[in-house]
C-alpha cells in the first residue's frame, strides 16, 4: 500500500506563488519508489478531473499539462519521499481541488489519471 498526504494548499492573489508537498509512505513506495510515476491533479467545481504534471521517479523526467507549462514545476526529495508542486504565476483558473497521485511503471499515459493511489486533496484558490 501506498499513502499520500498533500499540503501546503491555500489562498493567494493572481501572479502570485504556492508551493504544494505530497508525502508519500507505506512499504511497497519505499522498497520501489524508483518504479513509481507521480502525478498532480487537479478538480475545479464542475469541471472534469485534469492531469496537471508528472514526474518518473527513476528517470526524474517530466511532463506538464499546456496550461501550466513555464509556470508551474514538479519535483521531488526522495530523501524525504516527498513530491513537490512549485506554482508561479498563478491565475483564477488554477483555482482546484489538487491532488497527488502515485502508480508503479512508467508515465507514459499518466494523463488519463489511470493511478492506484491518491491523497486527499489540498485546495487552492486564485483570486483576482
Known amino acids: 500500500q501506498v499513502q499520500l498526504v498533500e499540503s501546503g494548499g491555500g489562498s493567494v492573489q493572481a501572479g502570485g506563488s504556492l508551493r504544494l508537498s505530497c508525502a508519500a509512505s507505506?512499504?511497497?513506495?519505499?522498497?520501489?519508489?524508483?518504479?513509481?510515476?507521480m502525478g498532480w491533479f487537479r478538480q475545479a467545481p464542475g469541471k472534469e478531473r485534469e492531469g496537471v504534471a508528472s514526474?518518473?521517479?527513476?528517470?526524474?523526467?517530466?511532463d506538464y499539462a499546456d496550461s501550466v507549462k513555464g509556470r508551474f514545476t514538479i519535483s521531488q526529495d526522495n530523501a524525504k519521499n516527498t513530491l513537490y508542486l512549485q506554482m508561479n504565476s498563478l491565475k483564477p483558473e488554477d483555482t482546484a481541488m489538487y491532488y497527488c497521485?502515485?502508480?508503479?511503471?512508467?508515465?507514459?499515459?499518466?494523463?488519463?489519471?489511470?493511478?492506484?493511489?491518491w491523497g486527499q486533496g489540498t485546495q487552492v484558490t486564485v483570486s483576482s
Open positions: 507505506g512499504y511497497t513506495y519505499s522498497r520501489y519508489y524508483r518504479n513509481y510515476c
Open positions: 514526474i518518473y521517479i527513476g528517470g526524474g523526467s517530466t
Open positions: 497521485a502515485a502508480d508503479l511503471g512508467f508515465c507514459g499515459t499518466w494523463y488519463g489519471g489511470d493511478f492506484a493511489y
